[in-house]
């Protein structure tokens, strides 16, 4: 066992201050009302309690009830866990009876209750556990925070995210651990487990649950030890408690019960291999199969445990009768021999003594009895009594009442072995045991009552448990390694103790004392006591009864140290403590205090115990019952102490560094200690101190210390209320440095006259110093030795400080103890260094102590302490310079922005692509530490999660990416020095330029791109969690007037309609034409001869009419309002009603078709009012949110609008919402047998679920479908109409699988013949179309692949319904049903083609879409004969044209020759007149041709806005309209027949408005509204119903909406657009009215809506819009003005936003198309972000108002002819508004300052016209810096530094030549005119001083002036090295020449030569030699 560490005994240091602490949950529960209606509960009886919780068993209840009688609470800390860092928070989870609370406070809030759970029986254990839910799409786990609620019979489970989930337990649990995985379960043993078992195998203990509805399953573990070998095997050993979990390390502590021995498991998931070993069959020794049976048995009872063991009752909880296999006679160390006898027998107890198989409890498995299950003990079931539990209930009544069916239930499960084993999921491996005790039983360490991991200031780790019994606290080290199951245990050490608790954020630990007081160890190293305040001593009300000490003070806390090493007798001679020669006396007076002390500690409250550690705070709990929160002191507050101590900690080695810390700690936490700001002082005087320095000699340190005493007891005593000291303190006086100093050091030292300073007048501090004599160092202190390897360090901290603006005051103040070691350490260059840094600081210092020759040998130079000092500066200029430097020293975890800057520079300017991979060597020198060599850097900066890809990417765009994925922000970058920062800054501005569009957001934000970084935040979003309306979303503004609500169009009206149809109100029409729930105009002037009751009718026949039309616009409202509104949860869809009634002039009377007069059809407004039901569900948009319930509260009251209802639920399903609908409610709406309801639901759900193969809503439909249910099965009585749509369904659920079984099916379906009692006799061409459309539906674009189809020669089947022949033997199943004919229709055995031709029309085009397969195309053909042409319906005509198209699909040409030339040649040519040729049918024919090929040109270009396509079909259109127009003459109307000319209108309409869909086109907008007027005459339902169909599409989801031309979207279409349109309301005879509603199936966003980032508003914005070259077109790129809709994304290459107004984006589409196709799906809005200087189009459609056209046409005068008044008109950026209000404008009192004022507008404007006004500050900061040179009142050089890195950065680029200008940065005058002032500054004051450059050279004394800062600024800005090693190559230089030679040697950039020329060649001719630069410092 290693010793404890006792550093400084009787130091201490002062907590923070005590608050009492009472648990938040505790006030809650109190005032919580289910308080009450606990006792109420606890007077039921018993037996009632418990059955109304729904569990059983009697005896169960009554020991519940004795456990409620006392109400137990507990509580745990944790330090609270959100995302924010800032404010550190503490959450409770407090449990009492049956509530769980779980509150959050912190200092600054008070606690308030976050979620509180109250459960039905009492809670057994609440806390907090993180389960790890897989993701479904990758292996990626998403941690879930939750908190698990314990109760006897199962565990509730509640996530943060508000999902609930219970577990019910199998058995009784004794105690539950999270862990990383999941939860770990232990198993409650009972009393009588300790008899030896029948042969078998003991039950598992531990169970693991790795997320809430997992099974539980056993866990597995691996021994180490004597019984390697021995094969992986459940934890079955009741022996085994486990004290502690832990999630990293994933670790579990186990304590065996027997050994008294602690042992360390790692916690992992189980491999493969040991998985198959646990389940594998391997024969035991016994001879015995063990195996699935047992296994088997075991799963039968976990699952079976309803019937086993109620959880509820303890009376199932029996004893666990294997549990330790051969129990405790093998287990103690006494019968260890008894295991090696009996070798058959090892494998069955616990292996072995060494690894006893440890693991947590779980209880009683599966209660089952002995006494119930004589089978049990017969050997030929020992292998399945693995799992078997003895059955002991402590109640004598067990037995007989508690569980009588288990005897049955035992004999069952034997009976099946084919249960499946349960698979453990976790396995524990063996880490690190406690040495096995020796000697008598009594010493055997009785269980860890607290188990805990703490680390020490140098980053050990260790796990500490306490054990009570022997009062103390045992440490393990352990060092940790990547791989958990590696972790190391080198050693123990035991801390006398009787309560501990870590503190986390301190590294340390408080531990108490066995005599009660409070001390801090770091790791095993005692650091101090602890010093409580006042409070405590009020509140244990110690004052009055002092028996031996005068300060309160004391009594609680200085007992500690001599007390207790009384007690234990540690060997004091072990201890480097400085009270070692008094041993005697220390234990003398504590012989009688000791004793004493304990006496009155009995009277008044002590402190009993630790708990709750969260951070730095702990709970103390008193005897008295009081509990008080105490906080303890942090290490450092400063930054730049805590990076000092850090750098210390780095470098030295772990026992020095650690004696450095707890001096440190405890001289900073001394009792009434210095104030904060003084720390930095007092960590110089400790830290010299410690080096051997007498800092009271040291004048600048002595000035220091005028708040801070030198002797730590000082200190100390400072917070002593009375003057009475203890012995101790005298001892600790004597040990001091401070005595050890004054004895070892001569008070005077020599006197050297050398060292006198000569200005002494000027020496503020000489008057003062006794005598400046040379000090010299102790070098016994404990840094003496380190003193080159902290300076080291410390240099390389401050090089680290000054690339940061924030932190470089600090420097400083470092710089003077750098200064101080530089000249002790005659490092000259470093003071020369420090000297040009700080030229006006340094000078002041003089003083030098003196190192002796001896000593330095003591002294270890490391490495990397070279004479030329690393400055990062330097180093950074010589890379733009363009030279090789040696690679840059850092620390690793402490110089992070140094390494930071000098990779992206190695990467961005010397172009190194791998300077961050493989060269880091070149240019950085990573220092090793003096502790040990690391496991890994520790990344001290966040990491952001962006991964870092170099492709061919540019250096700039590599370099933005590395800096992200390093965590650098913009902010870091605010931070950069201007001169180091404008690389990087320059990198940015070329990437803003032309960013990637799919960098994550990390990237954008540090380019400035708002817009990318809103856009992928965005995408994040979308990707976590599906929220609607985040950020922007396209809300419509809320209406005023009442009556504008109920048409249902409100929503489509918004901004962004606004911004694309700006010019007209075209929207506005729109919503007139469709809306139905106003009364229309019925107007009928009455002639003088009509009667009034004839008017009447006259009025009614003409409302007809118009309700025709009415009736019909629903259809087209839903594709108007598509997917526009985001329901509210909490109120039902409001859905118009339509509106059937009219109004007639003048009087506005009302006209009403139910009056009677005339006859209206039944049923009439069915179909309609299911159309508006659609139309309103429509308007759902998919993202909302929308679940089950809202969908049934929607369901109507009055049984009238059922019909709506149906619709309603066919749109939930075309909006993808139906899934959510639960089954039950589906077959609840389905047996109600409404036959809308039926369509609307089986349509809806099959569309949800399109092309899934969903098998339960196959079933679902095969019951509507007679074909697919068995021939036997009873005849169910389904609607025709409710079979149609069944069929349609079953295409849609299997579209595009080419699924065999249902493509047979229906292929005979479309042929099915009418039967025998009148079934399948009426409306017979409706089912057999959609047959039709369903095969080809299944079979979509298969062609001839058709998999495994061949048989059915479904093409010449299809063909030969098409044609008509022979009927062909029905095949299969459907042969039962056909048997007899029908006796109504006769048919014969031909095929009825009227009514099979149109499915398999259709069904061929479909199978064979866009395969071109020319021979099938070719049985499509128009026949070429007049004979033939007399047999075809010309309607048929249309149907094969368009089918013969679609096959030919890349054969469509949009112009009207190629839709001509579908006319067979026989009508186009003249006709002979002796020939018979019925005009009717040819005109007919032709006409239906032409439809037919507009259709399919329709289809061709579908949203695709063609204008060639959309030129050739107006052309029809016209022409057709002519024919109408003439249609009334006799000639043509007898020929054309106005149904048919009116059937080839409305198709070419439609195919019009496809091809325009969703654009609102004004040409195809007048034709719609044309036909909107028309009412009279032939004007049918079905036409106004195609109209407004067009209508709809034409302006599809107001706009946002196209159609695609997808195979899908081209089945769905055409199922739609079928060309046979219902001829009244009621009619569905040749095809069902609700597939109309399909098209918006073809329906998908394509609408890009640019949004200014800026304002959020929906904006214009230039698009260019490249597509992919095919066989037609080349490529070609377009401009569009968005908001517009985009074309088909797989026909793009990329898409760009243009400038000038924008920030150019490019969306490129070769790659993927996925990132566009979610920006479109969410409203399709794409971020972007004006540039600076430019107006949106909106407010200067022209662009003349922005700056630049202004400066563009007088391109000098610009700068003169800009007015900062002007600034708001062209740019919105706040801060640069305010800039030039405040720095731009003449005000009083900046008359004088009219230059700079000048300076600062032509800045502002440089910024805003190049497009970086992040640059502004670089200018100013640029301006600043030659402003002060020119007045010469600098105190340091750092500004001249930036400036030459900018000049050098801008010589670079001006070398390389102006190729590249537009991406420099400063590229303006402004630069040359400020080098050039900074010049002529240096050059005059070169002119005037050349003599002080000289007497530089030589190393004489520099005076302290001006002189010597304007000189620094010389040297810094001309970069001339120092001059130590210039002296060599000057010598014999003479002239200009030899100096040009030697110039690479001299390393000085040849124009700053130059300027140097004449001093260097004066001072080489000169007589006197160089001299070291030193004298002239320090004489």
Not at 613 to 618: E, F, G, L, M
Request: charged share 20%; proline share 7%; net charge negative.
């Amino acid at each position: 066992m290693s010793e404890v560490v006792y550093e400084e005994t009787a130091t201490m240091i002062a907590a923070g201050d005590l608050q009492s602490f009472v648990p938040f949950g505790r006030e809650h529960c109190r005032n919580h009302p289910n308080a009450f209606n606990l006792q109420l509960r606890e007077l039921q009886p018993a037996s009632e309690l418990w059955s109304s919780d729904g569990a059983a068993g009697l005896v169960g209840s009554l020991q519940e009830v004795s456990l409620q009688e006392r109400e137990r609470e507990s509580w745990q800390l944790r330090k609270g866990c959100t995302g924010v860092k800032e404010d550190e928070f503490e959450e409770e989870l407090y449990t009492a009876g049956n509530m769980a609370v779980w509150s959050q406070g912190s200092r600054t809030q008070a606690s308030s209750v976050y979620k509180a759970f109250t459960v039905d029986s009492p809670v057994q254990q609440a806390l907090w556990c993180n389960f790890a839910v897989p993701q479904n799409n990758n292996d990626a786990e998403e941690v879930e925070q939750m908190v698990c609620i314990v109760q006897s019979s199962c565990i509730n489970v509640h996530t943060v995210t508000g999902k609930d989930f219970i577990s019910p337990l199998p058995f009784q649990v004794s105690n539950v651990w999270a862990t990383k995985f999941g939860l770990l379960l232990e198993r409650k043993n009972a009393a009588n487990d300790t008899q030896p078992n029948p042969p078998g195998e003991p039950l598992p203990t531990v169970f693991s649950i790795l997320h809430p509805l997992d099974e539980i399953a056993p866990i597995v573990c691996k021994p180490s030890g004597p019984f390697e070998g021995s094969r992986v095997q459940y934890v079955s050993d009741s022996n085994m408690k486990i004290v502690f979990t832990c999630c990293q390390p994933s670790i579990v502590v186990s304590y065996d019960t027997v050994q008294g021995t602690h042992t360390v498991w790692a916690l992992r998931k189980v491999t493969h291999d040991e998985r198959s070993m646990v389940l594998r069959c391997p024969t035991e020794p016994a001879g015995t199969p063990l195996g699935l049976m047992a296994s088997g048995f075991l799963a039968s009872h976990l699952r079976n445990a309803s019937h086993l063991d109620s959880p509820g009752g303890s009376g199932g909880s029996g004893g666990l009768g294997s549990a330790a296999g051969i129990s405790s006679a093998f287990s103690s160390p006494l019968h260890y021999s008894a295991l090696h006898s009996h070798p058959s027998r090892i494998m069955t107890s616990s292996p072995g003594v060494h690894s006893r198989v440890h693991s947590p409890s779980i209880s009683n498995m599966a209660a089952l009895s002995r006494a119930h299950s004589p089978g049990m003990a017969a050997p030929s079931f020992s292998g399945a009594s693995r799992f078997n539990t003895s059955f002991h209930s402590p109640s004598p009544r067990g037995h007989h009442g508690s569980l009588p069916s288990l005897n049955s239930t035992a004999n069952e499960s034997m009976a099946m072995p084919e249960m499946e084993p349960i698979i453990p999921d976790l396995c524990v491996e063996q880490l690190w045991s406690e040495a096995v005790s020796a000697g008598c039983q009594r010493e055997m360490s009785s269980q860890a009552s607290k188990v805990f991991l703490t680390s020490d200031l140098c980053e050990s780790h260790y796990l500490c448990f306490l054990v009570e019994s022997h009062q103390h606290l045992r440490c393990v080290k352990f060092i940790e390694s990547n791989d958990v199951t590696q972790l190391i245990f080198p050693s123990v050490t035991t801390i006398p103790a009787k309560d501990a608790a870590p503190l986390q954020n301190i590294d340390a630990m408080l531990v108490l004392e066995a005599c009660g007081s409070l001390v801090i160890y770091t790791g095993i190293t005692r650091v101090s006591k602890v010093h409580l305040p006042s409070p405590l001593s009020h509140s244990i009300s110690l004052t009055n009864h002092l028996p031996y000490l005068s300060t309160p003070v004391e009594t609680v806390s200085t007992p500690a140290n001599a007390g207790s090493r009384h007690i234990h007798r540690l060997n004091e001679d072990a201890m480097p403590s400085p009270v070692s020669e008094l041993k005697s006396l220390n234990i003398k007076q504590h012989e009688t205090s000791f004793f004493e002390d304990f006496s009155f500690q009995q009277a008044t409250p002590y402190i009993l115990s630790l708990r709750d550690p969260v951070c730095n705070r702990v709970t103390l709990e008193l005897s008295s019952g009081v509990m008080l929160r105490i906080c303890i002191p942090e290490i450092a507050t400063s930054e730049l102490v805590k990076k000092c101590l850090q750098a210390i900690r780095f470098i030295l080695p772990r026992e020095v560094a650690m004696k450095v810390l707890v001096k440190w700690y405890n001289i900073y936490n001394a009792p009434g200690g210095p104030s904060a700001h003084a720390e930095w002082s007092q960590f110089v005087t400790c830290f010299m101190t410690l080096m051997g320095y007498n800092t009271e000699r040291l004048a600048w340190t002595r000035h220091l210390q005028f708040e801070v005493p030198l002797s730590p007891v000082i200190a100390a005593k400072k917070a002593r209320p009375s003057d009475g000291g203890s012995d101790e303190d005298w001892d600790y006086l004597l040990a001091s440095h401070y005595h050890r100093q004054i004895n070892s050091q001569p008070v005077c030292g020599s006197v050297d006259p050398n060292n006198v300073p000569v200005a002494e007048k000027e020496d503020p501090f000489s008057a003062d110093s006794p005598s400046s004599s040379s000090m010299k160092l102790e070098s016994s202190a404990p840094l003496f030795p380190h003193i080159p390897a902290l300076f080291g360090v410390l240099h390389l901290l401050y090089q680290e400080l000054q690339l940061d603006e924030l932190h470089r005051a600090r420097a400083s103040s470092l710089v003077c103890l750098l200064q101080q070691l530089a000249r002790d350490l005659q490092l000259e260059e470093y003071v020369d260094l420090y000297w040009r840094d700080y030229p006006s600081l340094i000078s002041c210092f003089m003083e030098r102590c003196i190192i002796d020759q001896a000593a330095i040998g003591q002294m270890h130079r490391p490495s990397f302490l070279s004479s030329d000092p690393p400055c990062v500066f330097n180093w950074l200029s010589s890379c733009l310079r363009g030279e090789a430097s040696p690679p840059f020293p850092y620390l690793p975890g402490i110089c992070q922005r140094t390494k930071l800057l000098v990779l992206s520079y190695a990467l961005y300017i010397i172009g190194d692509d791998n300077a961050m991979s493989t060269n880091v060597w070149k240019y950085l020198l990573k220092l090793s530490a003096g502790q040990r060599p690391r496991v890994s850097e520790p990344n001290s900066r966040r990491q952001s999660s962006v991964k870092v890809r170099f492709s061919s990417e540019s250096l700039a765009e590599q370099l933005v990416v590395w800096l992200t994925s390093q965590g650098f922000t913009l902010k870091d970058l605010e931070s950069v020095p201007f001169g180091v920062a404008l690389p990087i800054r320059e990198a940015i501005y070329q990437c803003r330029e032309q960013p990637s569009s799919d960098w994550p957001e990390e990237v954008c934000l540090l380019i400035g791109r708002q817009d990318l970084t809103k856009q992928a935040h965005k995408m994040t979003l979308a990707k976590s969690k599906a929220s609607v309306g985040s950020g922007f979303s396209l809300v419509p503004p809320a209406s005023s007037e009442a009556d504008e609500e109920e048409d249902g169009m409100l929503d489509i009206i918004h901004e962004v309609t606004g911004l694309i149809w700006s010019q007209d109100l075209r929207i506005q029409e729109v919503r007139r034409l469709l809306q139905s729930s106003r009364p229309v105009r019925v107007s009928v002037v009455q002639q003088p001869e009509v009667s009034d009751h004839e008017y009447i009718e006259e009025k009614e026949n003409k409302l007809l009419q118009l309700c025709q039309r009415t009736m019909a616009l629903p259809v087209g409202r839903g594709l108007f309002t598509l997917f526009s509104y985001h329901p509210v949860p909490t109120e039902p869809l409001p859905v118009p009603k339509l509106n059937l009634t009219g109004r007639a002039p003048p009087r506005n009377a009302m006209v009403d078709l139910n009056s009677g007069n005339i006859d209206v059809p039944p049923n009439m407004t069915n179909w309609p009012s299911f159309h508006n039901g659609v139309a309103a569900g429509l308007k759902i948009a998919p993202a909302s949110q929308v679940d089950s319930a809202w969908i049934a509260y929607n369901k109507p009251k009055s049984p009238e609008l059922a019909n709506e209802y149906a619709g309603f639920l066919m749109a939930l399903g075309l909006n993808g919402h139906l899934t959510k609908l639960a089954t039950l409610n589906i077959h609840d709406y389905l047996t109600k047998g409404h036959e809308m309801t039926s369509i609307g639901l089986l349509l809806g759900v099959s569309s949800a679920k399109l092309g899934t193969m969903d098998m339960s809503i196959t079933r679902l439909l095969s019951i509507h479908i007679p074909a697919l249910l068995p021939p036997t099965s009873t005849e169910l009585d389904v609607p025709h109409n409710v079979q149609v749509a069944a069929v349609i369904g079953i295409g849609l659920v299997y579209q595009g699988t080419g699924h065999r079984h249902n493509a047979e099916v229906l292929l005979s379906e479309i042929g099915r013949p009418p039967g025998p009692e009148m079934e399948y006799c009426t409306d017979r061409e409706s089912y057999s179309l959609a047959a039709g459309l369903a095969l080809g539906m299944v079979c979509l674009g298969h062609g001839s692949n058709l998999i495994g189809m061949t048989d059915l020669n479904v093409p010449e089947q299809l063909y030969q319904y098409m044609v008509g022949g022979h009927r062909r033997a029905q095949a299969g199943a459907s042969r039962e049903r056909h048997k007899s004919p029908s006796y109504q229709i006769k048919e014969g055995d031909t095929i009825n083609v009227d009514v099979t031709c149109p499915g398999a029309t259709l069904a061929l085009a479909m199978i064979y879409l866009k395969t071109n397969n020319r021979s099938i195309a070719d049985w499509l053909k128009p026949p070429d004969t007049w004979f033939l042409l007399d047999f075809i319906k010309p309607e048929f005509l249309l149907l094969r044209t368009l089918a013969r198209c679609i096959i030919m699909w890349d054969e469509i040409l949009p112009n009207t020759e190629w839709v001509k030339s579908n006319i067979p040649q026989i009508m186009r040519g003249t006709f002979d007149p002796s020939e018979d040729i019925n005009m009717d049918t040819m005109a007919q024919a032709q006409d239906y041709i032409t439809a037919g090929a507009c259709m399919a040109l329709g289809l061709r270009f579908a949203g695709s806005a063609n204008s060639d396509a959309f030129d050739c079909l107006y052309e029809f259109a016209k022409i057709f309209m002519k024919m109408m127009s003439f249609a009334g003459t006799a000639a043509v109307g007898a020929q054309m027949g106005y149904y048919n000319l009116q059937t080839c209108l409305s198709m070419i309409l439609l195919a019009m408005s496809m091809v325009m869909a969703g654009s609102g086109n004004l040409k195809v907008l007048q034709l719609c509204r044309f036909f909107h007027k028309r009412t009279g005459g032939e004007m049918n339902y079905g036409f106004h119903m195609a109209h407004h169909m067009a209508l709809g599409l034409l302006f599809l989801g107001g706009g946002r909406y196209t159609l695609s031309t997808s195979n899908s979207a081209i089945a769905a279409l055409l199922c739609a657009l079928y060309p046979h349109f219902p001829a009244h309301s009621t009619d569905n005879r040749y095809h069902l009215q609700a597939l109309r509603h399909l098209a918006v199936l073809a329906a998908e966003p394509r609408l890009l809506v640019p949004v200014d980032v800026d304002s959020l508003k929906p904006c214009y914005a230039l698009l260019e819009v490249t597509y992919k070259g095919t066989k037609w077109y080349n490529e070609t790129t377009v401009e569009l003005m968005a908001p517009t809709l985009l074309p088909e994304l797989h026909l793009l290459k990329e898409v760009k936003v243009k400038g000038p107004r924008y920030w150019e984006l490019s969306l490129n589409l070769s790659k993927e198309t996925q990132h566009l196709k979610s920006i479109l799906v969410r409203d399709g809005v794409l971020y972007v972000k004006l540039r600076a200087g430019q107006l949106p189009y909106k407010d200067d459609p022209q662009g003349w108002k922005s700056l630049l056209a202004t400066a563009v046409s007088h391109r000098n005068s610009g700068v003169t002819a800009f007015k900062p008044e002007a600034i708001s008109t062209f740019t919105s950026e706040p801060a640069l508004i305010s800039f030039a209000e405040f720095f731009c404008k003449t005000s009083e009192g900046l008359k004088s300052r009219e230059d700079s004022l000048m300076l600062f507008s032509a800045m502002l404007y440089e910024c805003v016209t190049q497009e970086c006004p992040e640059m502004l500050p670089t200018y100013i900061a640029i301006e600043q810096a030659v402003g002060a040179l020119r007045q010469g009142d600098f105190q340091q050089t750092f500004p001249l530094w930036q400036l030459r890195l900018v000049v050098e950065l801008w010589d670079g680029r001006m070398l390389r030549g102006l190729a590249n200008k537009h991406d420099t940065l400063l590229t303006s005058e402004f630069l040359p005119v400020m080098k050039n002032a900074v010049d002529v500054a240096l050059d005059n004051w070169l002119k005037d001083h050349s003599s002080v450059v000289r007497s530089y050279m030589r190393g004489e004394v520099l005076s302290r002036d001006a002189q010597s800062i304007m000189l620094a600024c010389f040297l810094v800005y001309r970069s001339i090295p120092s001059f130590r090693n210039t002296q060599a190559n000057l010598e014999g230089c003479n002239s200009f020449a030899d100096l040009l030679l030697r110039s690479s040697q001299l390393g000085i950039p040849l124009r700053d030569l130059l300027r140097l020329v004449p001093i260097l060649l004066s001072s080489a001719s000169g007589p006197q030699s160089l001299l070291f630069p030193l004298q002239a410092f320090s004489t």
